[in-house]
């Protein structure tokens, strides 16, 4: 019986599942991060009442305890300010995403809001995240198979094919 690690057909096999995990790992990074920047310390929130993108430290609570334009009632939280988490989509270049710009400047630099999420205070896993469109006007939880389909939507692919980008932060 031949030893399986003298198998030279089960080793190239084994090398090149082991080279695609290191090429999908790295395209995983560059995506999340942007190509030229390392993780970050802040995340992008989004004023619900300006549609304006906001730099936040990444403990920041969403919704935030302030700093937004506005007040609003959230599904299962309460009243709020209207600075909540956002989910930034790119075909550019991350860093072109500045602090301050408006909805309609991100599709200037090619980046759009894919979807906004709140969280339950004292929530550190993540079990209680809702999640709405860029409206905020309809909130449900992140894995009900309605919000599956919407963020799917919003991710869809750039005009050239291809996948589209998730900025983590600034």
Do not use: F
């Amino acid at each position: 019986m031949a030893n399986d690690k003298d198998d030279p057909q089960k080793l190239l096999k084994l090398g090149a599942v082991a080279v695609v995990g290191g090429i999908a790992a790295v395209l995983l990074a560059v995506n999340l991060l942007g190509s030229d920047r390392g993780p970050s310390d802040q995340k992008w929130m989004l004023d619900l009442e300006t549609q304006i993108v906001h730099a936040r430290p990444v403990d920041t609570r969403s919704p935030a305890a302030e700093g937004g334009a506005g007040v609003r009632s959230y599904p299962q939280i309460g009243e709020g300010s209207s600075l909540v988490d956002v989910t930034l989509l790119t075909c550019g270049d991350p860093g072109d995403i500045t602090n301050g710009m408006s909805v309609d400047e991100l599709a200037g630099v090619e980046a759009r809001v894919g979807w906004v999420s709140i969280r339950k205070e004292g929530d550190a896993t993540g079990g209680s995240e809702l999640v709405s469109d860029a409206t905020g006007a309809n909130w449900g939880p992140k894995m009900s198979p309605e919000n599956i389909q919407m963020m799917e939507a919003a991710a869809g692919g750039c005009p050239d094919g291809s996948a589209v980008g998730v900025v983590a932060g600034p």
